[in-house]
């Protein structure tokens, strides 16, 4: 990834939470960079900060201190209004619970961030049959969302997160709410997007996911205190993690770990759409 464009570049980041007369520091000095065409895995305890970096690189929260650019704009400087229009233009969100609208059908599902975007209905028509076809979806294009099975409903949010071409796709625990085999069946979806040039970053608890990626960040009490290169052992997708390359950084103890709030509250029913 050496010659690929960077496209998250965070420096000294941190994230306090206020709460009456209690301080919670949520993240504390993340440093972190993805670079077109990477697949990152956020991996840590509950309360180690995983939902927090996702919620603030999704421009969801903002950051207390520290620098955050994509695609070169610098994140900390702009406006609310105008980090929704960055989000809108660069990111598609994945989410564990799909949040599929249930009285639309699935092409109707997938249109909708295309249509907040004011496209015509002639380009979204194509764009929704070009990624249909994507994530294989394409027979069930006409099906509500209740008539379908718990991977196939993932994979319409993955198609709906495709849409509007992101630069960057957030999976927020999009196996949580599945079983194995339709869990390996999406993260086989995900590593497949992946080497067509598609940059994910995803936070996942479960390990035998988290190396489908190229790279697993682990996270504990709101510090990175490894961050991993996955290699590939063959075609089946398993990979194993080469130690050597991590670097091991110490946590420093600290029991200031507050109840953090999960992505999804933190975004309104036409974010949640994928706008």
Wanted: glycine residues 8%.
């Amino acid at each position: 990834m050496t010659n690929s464009k960077v496209l998250i570049n965070i420096t000294n980041l941190s994230k306090i939470y206020h709460t009456g007369g209690t301080q919670t520091k949520a993240l504390k000095g993340i440093d972190l960079t993805i670079s077109q065409g990477d697949y990152v895995t956020i991996q840590g305890p509950s309360g180690g900060g995983k939902s927090t970096l996702l919620s603030i690189i999704g421009l969801l929260d903002k950051a207390t201190s520290g620098e955050y650019q994509i695609s070169d704009v610098a994140v900390t400087k702009l406006s609310e209004s105008q980090m929704a229009k960055v989000r809108n233009r660069e990111i598609g969100f994945i989410f564990q619970d799909f949040n599929l609208i249930g009285d639309m059908t699935v092409s109707q599902n997938v249109e909708l961030p295309l249509i907040y975007r004011g496209i015509d209905k002639a380009t979204r028509k194509e764009k929704v049959a070009q990624v249909l076809n994507r994530v294989n979806m394409t027979e069930r294009a006409h099906h509500l969302p209740n008539e379908l099975s718990g991977g196939q409903q993932q994979r319409v949010a993955v198609a709906r997160a495709l849409v509007g071409s992101p630069t960057l796709l957030l999976a927020d625990e999009p196996t949580g709410n599945l079983d194995s085999v339709n869990g390996d069946s999406v993260m086989q979806l995900l590593s497949d997007l992946n080497e067509q040039g598609v940059t994910i970053c995803m936070v996942t608890h479960d390990s035998r996911y988290a190396h489908f990626a190229k790279r697993t960040v682990n996270l504990f009490d709101g510090m990175v205190i490894s961050n991993t290169v996955n290699i590939k052992q063959d075609k089946a997708g398993q990979h194993k993690a080469e130690q050597n390359k991590a670097e091991q950084i110490k946590p420093e103890q600290d029991n200031d770990k507050g109840n953090q709030q999960d992505v999804a509250e933190l975004i309104p029913s036409k974010i949640q759409a994928g706008v």
